[in-house]
């Protein structure tokens, strides 16, 4: 898989002389790279925020996404319509996995999800 930005004024995100570039090039699959998610989303975000200011540090960036799994950024145990029973339950728990300081899994736990809610009780559209 690739992930790059593009740019009406500068085509794809390279520096000048093309010594940088904000494109990730990645192997999808759980016996590969696992999968590009929203942490490699961010870094390459920084990656490319970082390289607009160093080389068009007078222009304005605005960085558009389109991308299926940022919209299913959200806490562990948030209220999620993908995990829930399709009938009547009890409890019904949602799979968390655990991680140590350096990101490998070292177990699961098992957690009730949070009741959902909405900013000041309204709905923004």
Same mark, same amino acid.
């Given at each position: 898989?690739? &992930?790059?930005? %593009?740019?009406?004024?500068?085509? *794809? ?7 940088? /570039? &904000?494109?990730? $090039? ?6 590969? #790279?696992? +999968? ?6 961010? $870094?390459?975000?920084?990656? &490319?925020?970082?390289? %607009?200011? !160093? +080389? ?8 558009? =996404?389109?991308?299926?799994? /940022?919209?299913?950024?959200? &806490? ?13 339950? #009890?409890?019904?728990?949602?799979? $968390? !996995?655990?991680?140590?300081? @350096?990101? !490998? @899994? $070292?177990? /699961? #736990? =098992? ?5 959902? *809610? *909405?900013?000041?009780?309204? %709905?923004?559209?």
């Amino acid at each position: 898989m690739i &992930a790059h930005f %593009v740019s009406a004024d500068h085509g *794809w995100l390279d520096s000048p002389d093309g010594s940088e /570039t &904000a494109m990730q $090039v990645f192997r999808a699959g759980k016996v590969r #790279e696992g +999968y590009f998610d929203n942490n490699d989303i961010l $870094v390459q975000f920084w990656k &490319a925020v970082e390289m %607009v200011h !160093k +080389y068009w540090p007078d222009e304005d960036h605005v960085f558009i =996404y389109d991308n299926a799994s /940022t919209h299913l950024k959200r &806490a562990p145990i948030a209220c999620s319509a993908s995990r829930m029973p399709k009938g009547p339950s #009890e409890n019904f728990f949602v799979e $968390v !996995k655990l991680k140590d300081g @350096e990101g !490998k @899994e $070292v177990g /699961t #736990e =098992y957690h009730q999800m949070n009741d959902g *809610w *909405w900013i000041d009780n309204v %709905v923004n559209w």
